[in-house]
């Protein structure tokens, strides 16, 4: 008998990280909660920062996660917009590491593989692909589909990764 998980998928940005919750039993996946934690522009960085932190606080002890995952991003043309994305992203990958949380973080490319079978899929084929996959979900924003997404991948790839061992054992 498999028990049930619950994951945490997070998409890092400074305006707007989307997160969603899932659990995860054998095959079957069910949609818990989603959302989007929002800063305010027109505070200095270090605000904007404890700002994120407190929203995935709130989030992390409300939804008691097992495992958290998060989207991996990739340099922008614009060093400032990259350097910000940085340290919104080590925030997101910080605050459930400090509960006690492992922390995957995965491709764009692997998220879409795993969820709409395509690595280069766009963001429709992602929408559409995670609310037939869980489904009564409505994802508040792109982002917290995005964050679903992320949390569907890890589902897929924590469960290969727990089987590992036992077939391992199995095949001597």
């Given amino acids: 008998m498999t028990k049930t998980r619950r994951y945490l998928g997070l998409d890092p940005g400074l305006r707007n990280t989307g997160w969603g919750v899932i659990e995860a039993e054998n095959n079957n996946l069910r949609h818990i909660a989603n959302g989007s934690v929002a800063t305010d522009a027109s505070l200095e960085m270090a605000a904007r920062l404890y700002q994120l932190h407190e929203g995935l606080a709130e989030i992390l002890a409300r939804w ?23 340290m919104a992203r080590g925030i997101v990958l910080l605050a459930p590491a400090m509960v006690g949380l492992s922390v995957a973080e995965y491709s764009p490319n692997k998220i879409k593989k795993a969820v709409v079978g395509a690595g280069h899929a766009d963001k ?24 679903l997404a992320v949390a569907i991948c890890h589902a897929h790839y924590a469960s290969i990764g727990r089987h590992i061992p036992a077939l391992r054992a199995a095949l001597g």
């Fill in 124 to 147: 429709a084929q992602v929408d559409v692909m995670v609310r037939h996959l869980l489904p009564g979900c409505d994802p508040a924003d792109a982002d917290a589909t995005d964050a």
């Fill in 64 to 86: 008691a996660p097992d495992e958290a995952a998060v989207e991996e991003t990739f340099v922008n043309r614009n060093a400032r917009s990259t350097l910000k994305l940085g």
